[in-house]
């Protein structure tokens, strides 16, 4: 049975400074994703990493696979008050590619 | 892009009556569909896996006759959830693929809240 730990659970920050959040997993999967989620809201989709050593930016954040490891990070560049939200990672499982997902890292980013 | 809906957004409903929630792609057919449900300040939890035109595969723990899967058309999966209860309130969110575009891509609804009085 797949089991995904994130940490740090929560995430204080200030506005410009940098870190990276982490997402381990338990058995091989071949892929693996990165949500956002705000208050009251689904979720939205960041990054989707496909294979050993997939690396994708957008904008601040930078997302990273290794799947020898079963570990990904997601590197947060000079953090800004609009980052502020509830991170998932979600490696998948199986053939018919569900997902299971971590526990989630709150990012509070303070101006 | 593709999109995924979800209705209703949000329903109170009493104790010990049903509630139909719908999940429908509304520019691609997807022949897969996952239910999730999430309490608050808790993460997605997995329910189960909806395959059209046959019976839903639904995860350790979950109650299948209690949170009925209906996937008939390639474009809806419903989930009701029969005689509620309080403990069934939570945020319930549907996500499909598209394989006919990025299948590797799962859409997400934009979630139901549901809340037994």
């Known amino acids: 049975e797949l089991k995904v730990e994130q940490n740090p659970l929560f995430l204080s920050m200030q506005e410009g400074k940098n870190y990276t959040i982490y997402c381990n997993y338990s058995?091989?999967?071949?892929?693996l994703y990165w949500y956002r989620q705000d208050p009251g809201k689904s979720l939205e989709s960041l990054f989707v990493?496909?294979?050993?050593?997939a690396v994708k930016q957008e904008g601040r954040l930078m997302a990273s696979l290794d799947t020898k490891a079963r570990l990904s990070t997601l590197h947060i560049t000079a953090a800004v008050h609009d980052l502020s939200a509830t991170y998932f990672c979600?490696?998948?499982?199986?053939?018919?590619?569900?997902?299971?997902f971590g526990t989630g890292t709150l990012l509070a980013v303070q101006p | 892009g593709a999109v995924v809906s979800q209705h209703p957004s949000w329903v109170i409903c009493k104790s010990g009556t049903s509630v139909k929630i719908e999940c429908r792609s509304l520019?691609?057919?997807?022949?897969?569909m996952f239910w999730y449900r999430q309490f608050p300040k808790q993460s997605l939890m997995l329910m189960a896996t909806?395959?059209?035109?046959?019976?839903?595969?639904?995860e350790q723990g979950v109650e299948k006759d209690k949170f009925l899967i209906n996937h008939a058309s390639l474009t809806l999966s419903t989930l009701t959830v029969t005689s509620a209860h309080p403990e069934d309130s939570s945020f319930y969110i549907c996500?499909?693929?598209?394989?006919?575009?990025?299948?590797?891509?799962?859409?997400f609804g934009p979630g139901t809240r549901l809340t037994v009085t």
């Open positions: 996500s499909a693929s598209d394989p006919g575009g990025k299948a590797y891509e799962q859409y």
């Open positions: 058995t091989t999967s071949d892929r």
């Open positions: 990493l496909l294979s050993n050593g």
């Open positions: 979600a490696p998948s499982s199986g053939a018919t590619n569900k997902l299971i």
């Open positions: 520019d691609f057919q997807a022949t897969t």
């Open positions: 909806s395959n059209e035109g046959s019976k839903a595969t639904y």
